[in-house]
Structures are given as structure tokens and as C-alpha cells.
């Protein structure tokens, strides 16, 4: 099967927008074994729209469409879509429900040109409901082509997609196929890359690495004729790959090192408290991003100037005197400060230049991050070179975290 | 000029690399005032590249090519293009010199394969030097029609385009462009698109609605003989917005919410401590993405269970027994112990209930916001429906930076 990707909107011609639904799409497309051959983006240009679509349900069987759903008179995705495949729009009652009691449940009266968001492809089609927002999705049938809408936003789009669209999809492909995710912190893309080198040509299970914000992951793929076969496929690539990277894996199948984090706080029956200057804030808010984190987190200070670290954490002013607030010294005496504060099981802190200027003489990218629990303190000293300072708040927080999840295995 | 941009590589069809360079390219082209309606992605695959560039020059006078321009035998993007085009492709010594320094000065040797990077169109084109890389890009002409070539890896393409491509484009384009961003707080999309419905007609300036997370912005986009002339057609346009939205625009120009609090802070000569019992350190995280936040913000507390809330913030043992942790007498408590704490000008707190699970009683999406400075205490009671935890956080960290905001209008 062949399929198609066409992404719409104005904002993504202008730039204003970086389309990352494409390439999601993509690789879902990808990890169920069907050919992607083109892409194309178009305005919110009724002519051109019905253009794309013509030229690629001329090459392909099957058509995703993404943006152009909302409730604004330049939104007509749907309607080009039916217009040109030839598929009559009714109102579907219930999804007309769902966008009333959307707004109802925010204390709000529908517009009156949200309504168009409710008229679907009855016969025909298959509605994809939103459950995070109003325009739902939807399949079209005519004629051995498909075509697929999904809305703009990635938050309703990539729901909309694993809850709807994904059992659609897999209901056409051939046999199950199954992934897997080896979650990596601490090794460079290239030297993991390499590391890896060898699996990258298999094809049952295939194995494709990604990075990001200084972590790696392997998407480790099967197919089968049933679920535990696919998984069967996978399971020996995974093995080895948990004996290559060794304790740089934080997790298998986890979303991210917060989760890890939080989950093996949970496992072990420990709390974690952060103390964070230049990262302010963002490690708690990780930490708590994690439904159910408040067994594990119940106290984090961002102390973003050397008074809050003395008088609410208690660094020691001689230790800022002596060192400044971007220091060893004063990473731990945060971490052993907020642990204290809290009465929490590990403490851990960060204090760095994160840029764009250097703080107290230190070069942009140098950070301390220290976790401190009842067997002592250790010290993390790293040199994050002139990124931007957003990578280097994450990249910081990553290490703290990772800090935790190491001081936890060894705690087991 | 139509220009169309075409992204080359089987990673973006497998969905292994995000396409940022298609948005940056159309960044570029927007702020000239050259008009993009297409954008194509195809792999290395030399029949649909070919085709894909034919059609492209049947619809635009501009192409742009990005990526297939490296040593391996399924790079093909230069020569196709020149096959396309019917432009000649000769050895270019200069770029040989500069393929063959650049292998030199990290102690290699050029492999072979390297050599037909080299190879461009020597009359009938411009070479553009690769600073930071091996391969070359360059401009064909023929025709009336132009097509540009650069490399995939951003961090080639970008400093490239500035150096070499930007000088060439400058030189072709009409006139100018400007664009102007009017943002707004606290106003439904689908209300203020209405509100706004007579503009999105509009021709020169453009008006373009967009929304992100509870919050709106509108792009006023004029063109004019010069950047002067293009602003004074902007003007009456943002000042017909400002009038339309009231104390609801939260700036001009200005980045994000955070970014015009810790601005209007700076002006006013304040500060602001953050409190933060739901939103888990991400109010606190948002003010100091803003470069140079420590100007204005010292302390954040994330009190995350009762006991912090009393313990550190001083929230009265009575008010969290009598009322819960759920609270506008809680918020109101937090906002003046943080402000306590830290001696700040202002204190903002946020506790709620953002989900998935109910909390203390209060559905999903029941949060309290409250602002304490010299003035007082406010609160905002928000109900914000049932919608995902990371809205919900995003939502309450925007309420509470926006009461900031308020409370620092009111005192000028």
C-alpha cells in the first residue's frame, strides 16, 4: 500500500510553524510497513488543496490529511477532501453531542461555527473522535482509496491517531507489527550511532536510533503473525542492546527519564526534593509533569540568586563568598539544603551559567548538578559548550534527574 | 515571485529526521515577501525527484532543494537539477580546494567519492561556499527560472543561506515585508476569530489569527517600498486590534506571556516569587526561560503535599484543615508566604487539581490562582474542564503570569 502525507495550513507556508505532524505521521506510516513516497504542504487555498489531493490519490491509496479542521471559514479540508473523493457530509449527531458538552464542561456556550465540525462522512467513512479538543477526525471510502483527516494541533492529532486511527491502519496492514523503545541518557548520537552500527541494516526486527535534548532512544520494531511473535522478534535485539549501552539505559518502554525517575522513586518507597538555580523550576516541573507524582515529590525550590540559597536553603554564606553561587561547593550545599528542608529521601541541585551571557566568569554551559541522600553527596561538574540556553537547562536537568536514577539502582 | 521549496531524503519520508529546514527556508521567504504555496518532500529517489522539481518549475520561478548533496552514490539532487534545468555541471577548483582543506585540516584524506561535490554549474549559476561542510550549494539559472541548492544538515544549510543565499535573494525581491504580532490572553479562539472576522479579508496588511494553549496572537503583515512603509500600513491595524481586545493584549512584538511580565517587571522595578502547588515549578520554569529573569526573580517554592505548604510557605495549619489544599483561601495563603519568604514585590500561587484524578473532591480542571503584592490579594477561581494535565498546567501558569501582568498595569 502506498500512502501519502499532505499537510495544511498558511502558518506552515509562512513558517510560522513548524510541522511536526508530518514527520509523526511518517513514522507511523513507517512502523507499519506502508510505503510513504511523497509529502506536500499547502496553504488554507481551497484550489490548491483540491490540487494536492487529486495528485496524490492519482499515486497513492491511501491520503492523510493534517490542519484546516477548526471551526474559521478558511478551514475547508473537509470539505475539499469529500468534494474531491466524492463523498457526501452529514451531521453526526454525536459528535455534535461531544462538541457541545466540550464546551459545556468549561462553562461555555458552542459558537454557532463550530457546528460545521460535526458534519462527517456517514456512509462512507469513520469518524475519529477528538478527545482533546472539538474538530473530530475522520476516514473516507470511495473507490479502493482512503483518505484520512486528522486536526492540526499535536496534542489532538497524535490522541486522535493512537486511540483511532493506528487500529484503522493496522486493520489494513499485513500481520501485527510491535515496537519497542530502549531509552538511552549520557552517550553521544554519534559514538551510540556507531555502537549500533550493525543492527541498523536488519529488517525483522528493524532497528532506527533517535535523538534528542542530549538523549537517545532505539525504536526496535517486528512484525508477526500475532502480537507475541512480534514481541518475540524484538526481544533478542532488545537484550543486546541493554548489554551494549549498559547502565546508560534508563528504561525500556518508559516515555521519558521523569517517568523512570518517579517510577523507581515509587519501587524503592523514596522521595526526591530539588533545589535549582539556573534551571528554575524546570526539573520539578518535569518531576510533577508525571501523574501520580506527589507519592515521590513534595517540595522544590528554585532559588535563582545567592540570598534565597543562603536563606531559604541555608548555603553557607562563607561557602558563596568563597565560591560563588556557581560552584561544587554550593551545588552541594543546595542538594544537602532542600533535602533537609524537606525531610525528602534525595536531594538534588543545579547551578550553572546557562547563557546567553557568563555568570560570575564561568563560560556559558558550565553547570554543577549534585545529589545528596543519606550515603552522601556526589557531584556532577559539566561543560555543555555555547548551546542555546534552553538545550542547556534541559540537558542540566537530564543530568539531575539521571543522577537520581543512578543513585536509586544502586540504593536496590 | 512564487517560489516552492522541496525537501530531498528517505529519512523524512521514514520519519527518522524532522524537517526543519522546509521551515526555515519559508521563514526566509516570508520575510522577503516571496510567496510560497507549495512545499514537496520526496526521497532519494532519482524519477521523483525529477518529477517532483518538474512540477515545482511549472507552478514557481523559485525553487529551493535541500538535501542530496553529499558524497554517496544515492545524493542525487545537484544532478538531477542540472538535468532538470538543462544546466551544465563542470569541475569547480576552487570548491575542490576547499573540499580537499577541509579533509586536511582534520588529518584525513579526501575519499574520491568526495570529488563530484565539486562539481557545478559554472556558468549559468553562483556558487555558494559551504563554511561548514563539504558540500557546496549553488544557484542555477535558466530560462527566467532559478533553483537553489543547499545541504541537508541544518547547521550547513543555515550559516550558508545567510552568508550566500540571503545576499542573491535580497537582490531579487520587490519591495519589503514586515510582519507585526498582536497577543492576547484570556480570549476563546473561535470568540476572538469572530471579534476579528472583518480583518481576515484584509490584503495589504494581511491579518492571521493563530492559537496556542489559551492563547491567541494575530499576524499584521504589510508590504511596502521600505520597512517605514510597510510599518505605517501595519499601524492601523494593530491599533484597531488593541482597541477591539482591550486589557486582554498582553503586548506587541513581545515573545510570550513570560516574556512580558519579566519586561513589564524590569520597567516597573519589581519582583515576583512563585509558589506553585499544581503547575509543579513551571511558572517558575517560564520566567526564567526569559533571559536575564534574575533581574526580577529570586524565589520559587514548589510545595507539592500539605505539609510544604505549611512547613515552607506558611499556609495556617487551620486554612489547609478548614478548606483543603484545593482552595482560594490556600492560594491566597501561598501567594502572601512566598512573598513573605522572599521579600518580593509580588506573589504568585497556583493550586488545583490537574489531573487525571480528581483531587480533594474538586473535579479536573478546578484551580486556584492567586496574586499578592502591597495592594493585596486576588484570586482567580478556574474552572478548566477536563482537557489534558499538560493544557491545564500550561493554562494555570498562564493565568498566573497574566494576573502578574495586570496587577503591574494597575500600579502604573
Known amino acids: 500500500m502506498i500512502a501519502e502525507i499532505i499537510a ?3 502558518e506552515l507556508l509562512l513558517g510560522d510553524v513548524l510541522d511536526t505532524n508530518s514527520r509523526y505521521l511518517s513514522q507511523q ?17 481551497p484550489a490548491r488543496l483540491e490540487a494536492a489531493l487529486t495528485l496524490a490519490l492519482s499515486r497513492a ?28 457530509l452529514c451531521l453526526h449527531q454525536p459528535s455534535l453531542d461531544r462538541i457541545l458538552d466540550y464546551y459545556a464542561r468549561s462553562g461555555r456556550m458552542m459558537p454557532k461555527s463550530n457546528q460545521k465540525q460535526a458534519m462527517l ?6 469518524v475519529f473522535p477528538n478527545d482533546h479538543g472539538t474538530a473530530p477526525g475522520c476516514a473516507m471510502e470511495k473507490g479502493g482509496k482512503r483518505v484520512l483527516l486528522f486536526p492540526g494541533p499535536p496534542r489532538e492529532l497524535i490522541p486522535m491517531f493512537e486511540s483511532y486511527a493506528a487500529p484503522y491502519l493496522d486493520a489494513l496492514a499485513d500481520g501485527v507489527l510491535r515496537s519497542h523503545y530502549v531509552r538511552v541518557f549520557g552517550v553521544g548520537e554519534s559514538a551510540a550511532a556507531e555502537k549500533a552500527a550493525a543492527w541498523l541494516q536488519s529488517e525483522n526486527p528493524t532497528v532506527a536510533p533517535y535523538a534528542k535534548d542530549g538523549e537517545m532512544y532505539f525504536r526496535v520494531t517486528a512484525r508477526g503473525d500475532t502480537a507475541a511473535e512480534a514481541d518475540a522478534r524484538c526481544q533478542p535485539t532488545i537484550v543486546e542492546l541493554l548489554s551494549l549501552f549498559g547502565d546508560a539505559v534508563y528504561g525500556v518502554d518508559v516515555d521519558s527519564l521523569e517517568q523512570a525517575v518517579v517510577d523507581g522513586l515509587k519501587v524503592a518507597g523514596k522521595t526526591v526534593a530539588t533545589a535549582e538555580s539556573c534551571t528554575g523550576g524546570l526539573i520539578a516541573e518535569r518531576i510533577t509533569s508525571v501523574p501520580g507524582a506527589s507519592a515521590v515529590f513534595g517540595c522544590g525550590v528554585a532559588a535563582y540568586n545567592a540570598e534565597i540559597k543562603h536563606r531559604v536553603l541555608g548555603v553557607p554564606q562563607d561557602t558563596i563568598d568563597r565560591t560563588g553561587t556557581v560552584s561544587a561547593e554550593t ?64 540537558l542540566a536537568a537530564s543530568h539531575a534527574l539521571d543522577m537520581v536514577r543512578r543513585a536509586l539502582a544502586i540504593g536496590q
Open 121 to 126: 462522512p456517514i456512509s462512507g467513512g469513520v
Open 29 to 45: 506510516l513507517a512502523a507499519r510497513g506502508i510505503a510513504l513516497c511523497h509529502r506536500q504542504t499547502v496553504g488554507d487555498n
Open 331 to 394: 551545588a552541594t550545599a543546595m542538594a544537602q539544603g532542600v533535602r533537609a528542608l524537606s525531610g525528602a529521601d534525595f536531594g538534588v541541585a543545579v547551578t550553572g551559567a546557562a547563557g546567553p551571557d557568563p555568570c560570575e566568569g564561568h563560560p556559558v554551559g558550565t553547570v554543577f548538578v549534585a545529589c545528596s541522600s543519606e550515603r552522601g553527596t556526589e557531584v556532577r561538574a559539566l561543560s555543555l559548550g555555547s548551546r542555546d540556553r534552553a538545550v542547556i537547562r534541559t
Open 61 to 88: 491509496e491511501l491520503v492523510l490529511l493534517c490542519g484546516g479542521l477548526g471551526p474559521t471559514p478558511d478551514d475547508l479540508t473537509k470539505e475539499i477532501a469529500a468534494k474531491t473523493l466524492g463523498v457526501e
Open 8 to 10: 495544511v495550513g498558511t
